[in-house]
């Protein structure tokens, strides 16, 4: 006869594994079944909207013509609503402007954003709190739309690409991010390139920057997607249709559903304009192809970076 052993003081037994289906375990053929075809779903729901906006887009006017609308496989793609939207036009226009605003942008909100968190991390630098204050009460309250317009109307940057960086070229929220980051430098060797003669800007660049490249690059990820996707501002303060940046383009010509015309793309003498839905649609993926492009090259930091301030057990 078997005799069982008594429990150990202290030890508690171990628990079975919860399962949502009644017999099975999470290790389980069946239970790795229904997990994978829930995976498949959620994957499928997300998925099916690009490949059919990408679909459209290379569709032509028979195939769009006989969809009704959304093609979701193109039995002839073509690329002919690129090539209409990039040969010239407002698209191609629109494309440069963002392309530039974000470039110009994060460079800039990236360096006052660094050196402001550097300053702010230092507990001696001159005027410490108060600029510290102040940061946390602009998050807290937030200018409306009317003091915006005339802050910037009186600085003469109506209808200029600047009305689109300035307003927006240092984000509260990003800094205390930088801040609490550079913070966790360790002091001794802060202290140590003091005593080796190392001036501030050389502490910066060579010790704090180096160690914070995770954070400094989901921080100018943030500020890319933020400069690549704002259209309110180019909205209130750009009046010429030729300065309008790739998310006003957007926001007219698919959100709005205008049509574009024969000015606003570059077709071949004699040749019909793209369909409607094709050219939306291409508009659509022009619009998301950047942040896209982009985003891999700094996901092994966007894991490291996404954890500041997190708990660590």
Not at 34 to 50: A, G
Not at 268 to 277: I, T, V
Not at 287 to 311: C, D
Request: aromatic share 8%; charged share 10%; hydrophobic share 50%.
């Amino acid at each position: 006869m078997t005799t069982l052993s008594p429990a150990r003081p202290g030890r508690r037994a171990p628990r079975r594994a919860y399962s949502a289906v009644p017999g099975e375990t999470p290790g389980s053929l069946p239970w790795r079944s229904v997990k994978s075809l829930i995976l498949l779903i959620c994957v499928t729901l997300v998925v099916l909207p690009f490949v059919a906006i990408l679909s459209t887009s290379l569709a032509d006017s028979a195939e769009v013509t006989k969809a009704g609308g959304y093609v979701l496989w193109p039995d002839h793609p073509t690329f002919t609503a690129y090539q209409a939207l990039l040969n010239g036009g407002i698209v191609s226009k629109a494309m440069l402007v963002s392309v530039g605003i974000t470039v110009v942008g994060t460079a800039l909100s990236l360096v006052s954003s660094i050196m402001l968190a550097y300053g702010l991390s230092r507990p001696g630098s001159f005027g410490h709190k108060p600029v510290l204050l102040l940061l946390l009460m602009s998050m807290l309250f937030v200018p409306g739309v009317i003091p915006s317009y005339l802050m910037v109307k009186q600085l003469g940057l109506i209808n200029s690409y600047w009305s689109l960086i300035l307003p927006t070229m240092i984000n509260a929220f990003n800094v205390i991010v930088l801040r609490s980051f550079f913070m966790s430098v360790p002091k001794e060797l802060i202290d140590a390139a003091r005593i080796d003669g190392a001036s501030e800007p050389n502490i910066l660049m060579r010790i704090v920057l180096p160690l914070s490249r995770a954070s400094v690059a989901v921080i100018g990820l943030f500020y890319a997607v933020t400069y690549w996707n704002a259209f309110f501002n180019a909205l209130l303060y750009i009046n010429d249709a030729s300065k309008w940046p790739m998310q006003l383009v957007l926001r007219t010509y698919v959100v709005n559903n205008a049509q574009l015309g024969g000015g606003q793309v570059d077709v071949a003498a004699g040749a019909p304009l793209p369909p409607a839905q094709s050219l939306q649609a291409a508009i659509l993926v022009l619009s998301i192809v950047p942040i896209v492009v982009i985003y891999p090259f700094l996901q092994r930091h966007m894991n490291k970076g996404v954890m500041i301030g997190a708990v660590k057990g």
